[in-house]
């Protein structure tokens, strides 16, 4: 799955990439891309709400729950941003970030070691099927 969601980080550049995580006890099952809508989407990503809302409908209606998100640094380090940390909510939640070579995994809390919001955790997502946007 992460050899995947390089290859959509990389055709992207020099944008940022973004979609979902799905599955739990902190294991990828499945991701499913997303526009970013960000009004400035070299600089920031912004996961379309649309995708966001069907995601969540989609869990409620017995799928695999949302572990997480996923967004690339185009050329950059695989570190959250200030930027991410703003907008990161302490929900436990899974983020994900590559650019199109590294990739890192991090968990959304309160009090993170990162910018007051981030932990490192390590990534499982082996086997892991994926969907890309057009699908
Ligand atoms: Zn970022």
């Not at 912004?46 to 989609?58: C, Q, S, V, Y």
């Not at 695989?78 to 995994?105: C, F, H, M, Y």
């Amino acid at each position: 799955m992460l050899a995947e969601l390089q290859r959509l980080a990389l055709a992207a550049v020099p944008q940022e990439v973004c979609g979902i995580l799905f599955g739990r006890n902190g294991k990828v099952r499945t991701h499913r891309a997303a526009a970013n809508v960000a009004d400035d989407p070299v600089r920031h990503f912004e996961i379309d709400p649309a995708i966001l809302i069907a995601a969540e409908r989609d869990a409620r209606d017995g799928g695999e729950p949302i572990l997480g998100y996923y967004h690339s640094h185009p050329g950059g380090i695989v570190k959250p941003s200030q930027t991410d940390a703003n907008s990161a909510a302490p929900d436990g939640r899974l983020w994900l970030i590559l650019n199109g070579q590294e990739a890192a995994a991090w968990h959304a809390v309160e009090k993170g070691e990162f910018y007051g919001r981030f932990n490192a955790i390590t990534l499982d997502c082996s086997g892991a099927k994926g969907q890309t946007a057009a699908e």
